[in-house]
């Protein structure tokens, strides 16, 4: 059996409306709720002006594989904060901004960013390692949904 931990993804951002029932899906695919109590996620959590909050339990690795593959194939930022898995991995900050890959983050158990001294000397001064940190404390954007920039064409997309 693969390792497995418990997550919240937070995802923010412009999405194109009719990118919403794909999105419900791979939320689905991933046994993600709307909060630990189990209450499903329904379209209603989706609405400008909010940040979108999923939790799930026993994720292999931690990670949300089918919403963070969404959203990295439609340039739709989130942040994912995983639990750690006792022998195999520690908890992790997943940062994606919208553009090119995720960046990830070891954290502590409550969820600050930490940089061990190896890290620091590899980014070579105290700047880079300040801006490593800002990368990481990444603000997600609150939820527009509607015209957005198709990443794959350069184009305009109207949702309405």
Not at 67 to 72: G, N
């Amino acid at each position: 059996m693969a390792d497995r931990a418990s997550a919240m993804i937070q995802i923010g951002g412009t999405i194109s409306g009719d990118l919403i029932p794909a999105l419900l899906e791979a939320i689905e695919c991933d046994g993600g709720k709307a909060d630990w109590e189990g209450n499903a996620i329904e379209l209603s959590h989706i609405a400008a002006g909010h940040i979108l909050e999923v939790c799930a339990y026993e994720l292999v690795g931690g990670q949300f594989e089918c919403v963070e593959a969404f959203c990295r194939t439609h340039g739709i930022a989130f942040v994912r904060r995983s639990d750690a898995c006792s022998g195999a991995f520690g908890p992790e900050r997943a940062v994606h901004t919208g553009d090119g890959a995720p960046r990830y983050y070891e954290v502590n158990d409550f969820g600050r960013i930490v940089l061990t001294q190896r890290e620091l000397n590899d980014l070579g001064s105290i700047a880079a390692a300040n801006a490593w940190f800002e990368a990481g404390d990444f603000a997600l954007p609150l939820l527009s949904i509607g015209t957005r920039a198709n990443p794959s064409s350069g184009q305009e997309n109207d949702d309405g």
